[in-house]
């Protein structure tokens, strides 16, 4: 029997005793008159007095509204309130996301609407239509359970903040292993599927045309078409080991190696070295260099320095190797003749093109600046970061605040025997283009 009451019926036997102490609740009945052997309920009721019925009614009234409300207060959550979600899941909801993609958004205005898109998912409402298109048959085919512009926006909103799982988990009430699955996915489509189609080494004479020329109006140099530089990205310690993963900022990273045009639209994209390695070995491991080397990249737009035949190049800092197709400085620290400094000049101010890219690839896209997935799935994560920069350039999508690496300083790069003949033309190509530069600048 509940204490409770018990409490209560004890009370009310006292209260009732003071009211009435010549009668009790618990004494023993009186014994039968001699007129009636039998005893009716209704004659019970008459003889006994009519207080202690009235308290033990009370009492009981009061024990049941007692026991009502603690069986409320301990009932376990109804169907109704198991399935009520707290406010901060409930606008990341799949209705949520349905509401303003196909309601809300087109009652603002262009520039609110792509502002707020931007805020959420790093870029305009158009820009995301174009990823979800291109993604929507890939992802279509895998059975994902969720709507693929809800997975594309949930994805691309890590990407631009930095959450990590577990964060997206509790947002979208969804299991942190799930999250993972379905950004694995999604990064996967943009590095392969939509890589071959925004990011292209530029052959078609048009855009080496558009490029030498901007790049000879920044810098003055004829024919150059690129800046090549590498950046390490930041990856959590517990994944990895060994002094190889620690870049020369002293925390655990792999590189990245792109190559810019004059738009700050990466044309090619490499991750295949941990952060400790130089960006001379990184160039070596990758595909570009490869074809560079082998004559697969031909550029047919050749001009004419001094003699010299001089084909489109790239310009890197003096961390890479001097080959016919990489310019590289004279020197680190000024000490060449005045046609030599002044080059290096100029190469440098072309070079910063790369590296303001790589800024604003870090500021767009937060995740690079401290990687929140595992090892295996890092390359495909930063690559899909730059087709996704890239297609924010082509867009002319507004560039956000950047993100940039601390000044970097290095040994210059050594040359390698089978790299000779190339460092040779590669060196007086470079003397040629550094005269020609000091005597048309000088004349002017």
Request: hydrophobic letters at 35%; a neutral charge.
């Amino acid at each position: 029997m509940d204490e409770s009451f018990m409490l209560m019926v004890s009370n009310l036997l006292h209260l009732h005793n003071s009211l009435d102490p010549s009668t009790s609740l618990l004494s023993s009945p009186s014994p039968p008159s001699s007129s009636s052997s039998t005893s009716s309920p209704s004659s019970l009721l008459s003889s006994s007095p009519p207080t202690p019925f009235l308290f033990f009614t009370l009492a009981s009234l009061l024990s049941y509204l007692a026991s009502q409300k603690k069986l409320t207060s301990t009932k376990p959550p109804s169907s109704t309130s198991t399935t009520t979600t707290n406010p901060e899941s409930s606008t990341f909801s799949v209705s949520a996301f349905r509401a303003l993609s196909t309601e809300h958004i087109w009652s603002l205005e262009a520039p609110l609407r792509d502002a707020q898109w931007r805020s959420m998912y790093g870029l305009s409402y158009p820009v995301f239509t174009t990823v979800v298109d291109k993604l929507k048959p890939h992802i279509a085919a895998s059975n994902l359970s969720l709507p693929t512009d809800y997975a594309v926006g949930m994805v691309l909103s890590r990407l631009a903040h930095g959450f990590s799982a577990k964060t997206l988990a509790s947002r979208y009430s969804l299991e942190p292993y799930l999250i993972s699955k379905i950004t694995n996915m999604v990064t996967r489509l943009l590095a392969t599927e939509l890589y071959p189609e925004f990011i292209k080494i530029p052959v078609s004479r048009r855009r080496l045309i558009e490029s030498t020329q901007a790049f000879e109006e920044l810098t003055s140099l004829p024919n150059m078409c690129g800046a090549i530089d590498g950046s390490p990205i930041k990856v959590k310690r517990g994944d990895i080991g060994g002094y190889m993963y620690e870049c020369r900022y002293g925390y655990s990273s792999v590189l990245l190696q792109v190559v810019a045009d004059h738009k700050k639209v990466f044309w090619d994209v490499c991750v295949k070295a941990p952060g400790g390695s130089d960006d001379a070995s990184h160039l070596r491991e990758s595909l570009l260099y490869n074809r560079l080397v082998s004559g697969d990249v031909v550029w047919d737009k050749v001009i004419n320095v001094r003699g010299h035949h001089v084909r489109p190049y790239i310009v890197g800092d003096w961390c890479y190797p001097l080959l016919s197709f990489l310019m590289t400085p004279f020197s680190p620290d000024g000490s060449g003749t005045p046609a030599q400094n002044l080059f290096d000049g100029m190469l440098m101010k072309g070079r910063s093109v790369v590296v303001d890219a790589i800024a604003l690839l870090k500021g767009r896209w937060k995740i690079l600046q401290d990687l929140n997935v595992g090892l295996t799935h890092a390359p495909q994560t930063i690559v899909a970061c730059c087709v996704l920069h890239n297609l924010c350039q082509i867009a002319r999508e507004p560039e956000p605040e950047t993100w940039k690496d601390p000044d970097e300083g290095g040994a210059p790069a050594r040359g390698l025997e089978n790299e000779r003949s190339l460092h040779y033309f590669g060196d007086s190509l470079r003397q040629a283009l550094a005269d020609d530069l000091h005597q048309r600048l000088s004349s002017r």
